[in-house]
Structure formats: C-alpha cells, structure tokens
C-alpha cells in the first residue's frame, strides 16, 4: 500500500502562494495560516511514521509563516499611514476639493508632509 501526505503537499502550495501574495490579507494571512496548520499536522504524521514527506511539511509551515508574518507587517505599516495627521489632513483635503486640480494639489501637499 502506497501512503502519500496530501497534507504536506497542501502546506507547501499554501505556503509559496502566502509568501507570493503576502501582500494581501487573503494571501499572507488566510493562505499562511493553513498552511501553518496542514504543515503541523503533516509533520506530526510524517514523524508517527504514518506518512512521508515530512520535510516538505516542516518547509510549508515555515513558509506559511513568513507569509503571515509578512503580511502582519503590511497591515501594521498601512495602519499606521492611514492613522497619521498627514493622512487626514490629505483625506480632509480630498473631500473639499471639487476639481481635479485641486485634488492633485492635495495630492502634492501631501506628498511635501510626507517628506519632510
């Protein structure tokens, strides 16, 4: 009888597409966390001696991590931009400007914050 770990097989696709698409909450976040989880599980087998591939369980969960750990890092950036009074001011900017121009002037405004 032949025995495979669809598990390990699963938490290592997960894991790249995490760290692929970290960026993204669905990615990073939902992507790695299954992947951290059919990795535990994988290796867990593979090391009963009831599956194989526990190596590649072990690489999945590491990478699922990564991409969870990344995208925490994104969202904790994003959140912090979207919190400053830079950001207000330019989201408050934006809502009272009624032309194109003005909204590109906001636009540099806020770039000039940003950067100095």
């Given at each position: 009888?032949?025995?495979?770990?669809?598990?390990?097989?699963?938490?290592?696709?997960?894991?790249?597409?995490?760290?692929?698409?970290?960026?993204?909450?669905?990615g990073g976040v939902v992507?790695?966390?299954?992947?951290?989880?059919?990795?535990?599980?994988?290796?867990?087998?593979?090391?009963?001696?009831?599956?194989?591939?526990?190596?590649?369980?072990?690489?999945?969960?590491?990478?699922?991590?990564?991409?969870?750990?990344?995208?925490?890092?994104i969202i904790a950036i994003?959140?912090?931009?979207?919190?400053?009074?830079?950001?207000?001011?330019?989201?408050?900017?934006?809502?009272?400007?009624?032309?194109?121009?003005?909204?590109?002037?906001c636009a540099e405004d806020?770039?000039?914050?940003?950067?100095?």
């Amino acid at each position: 009888m032949r025995r495979n770990n669809g598990l390990a097989v699963a938490a290592l696709i997960l894991g790249v597409l995490a760290v692929i698409l970290f960026w993204t909450v669905v990615g990073g976040v939902v992507l790695g966390i299954l992947a951290l989880i059919f990795g535990i599980i994988g290796a867990r087998r593979a090391r009963g001696g009831r599956a194989p591939h526990g190596t590649m369980s072990v690489i999945g969960a590491v990478l699922g991590a990564l991409g969870v750990a990344g995208s925490v890092v994104i969202i904790a950036i994003g959140a912090s931009i979207l919190d400053s009074d830079e950001f207000k001011n330019f989201d408050d900017c934006v809502r009272q400007a009624d032309t194109k121009s003005e909204r590109d002037a906001c636009a540099e405004d806020f770039n000039r914050d940003i950067n100095n």
